[in-house]
């Protein structure tokens, strides 16, 4: 069946720009996760939903990071005013469910590598 | 808060070598432990996982067991392929809190035949 897919698969901006990156998750999960890989480095957390709603946040760096799943299918990230420093990788992953008590294990999208000339 | 710390790479070994990539954690409470993989030109693919201490997770010949009292979970492969060359990445998630997770720096996995 289909994977994870992420659209644009490379997105180059410039400085203070506004960009949109877009998760399509499989089909049926409930739980979906943004993460951010910068060069040479792990991925970090930024932010998880559970069906529409951000049931965690934590990981968005600052108030120019946002991100919506309106009907608890597909996402999309928004970075107002980009910086060159937002430039990496980033990455969208799906499970079944995030709920407590379950381990579901996360599929990853191919991510959308971003560039703030 | 919660980390993970793994090797630095590269790390460069012969066709059937023996293989150890060290990652430990540090946590408030139990995680559950995984090693995820990327093979060059793909995405980031679940390689095997321990929910709880002394658990062994294992895959495509690889091994890593949950080590509570030491905060370990060491990946090992007996005899390794030139098809294992990739970056490895050692994570740790709270399955009672989302399941988000965090991640090592990774490591470079390179196998010359």
């Known amino acids: 069946g289909a994977g994870v897919s992420q659209t644009p698969s490379n997105k180059v901006t410039e400085k203070g720009k506004y960009v949109e990156l877009r998760c399509d998750p499989i089909s049926g999960h409930t739980a979906l996760y943004w993460y951010r890989q910068s060069l040479g480095q792990g991925p970090e957390f930024l932010i998880y939903f559970q069906g529409t709603g951000a049931a965690d946040d934590s990981g968005l760096p600052n108030d120019r990071f946002f991100a919506v799943r309106p009907e608890g299918s597909v996402s999309t990230l928004k970075i107002q005013r980009t910086e060159r420093g937002d430039s990496a990788v980033y990455l969208c992953a799906s499970s079944k469910t995030g709920l407590a008590g379950n381990y579901n294990e996360q599929f990853f999208g191919p991510g959308t590598r971003l560039t703030v000339l | 808060g919660d980390s993970v710390t793994q090797m630095e790479g590269p790390v460069t070994l012969s066709e059937e070598a023996f293989l150890t990539i060290n990652c430990t954690y540090t946590?408030?409470?139990?995680?559950?432990l995984f090693w995820y993989v990327q093979y060059p030109g793909e995405g980031l693919q679940l390689l095997l996982k321990a929910t709880k201490a002394d658990d062994k997770g294992s895959n495509k010949g690889f091994e890593a067991t949950y080590r509570k009292e030491t905060t370990s979970f060491h990946l090992e492969k007996g005899s390794v392929q030139v098809s294992d060359s990739a970056v490895y990445f050692c994570a740790l998630s709270f399955y009672n809190a989302g399941n988000m997770l965090t991640f090592g720096g990774g490591t470079r996995l390179m196998v010359k035949p």
């Open positions: 946590a408030t409470g139990y995680p559950s």
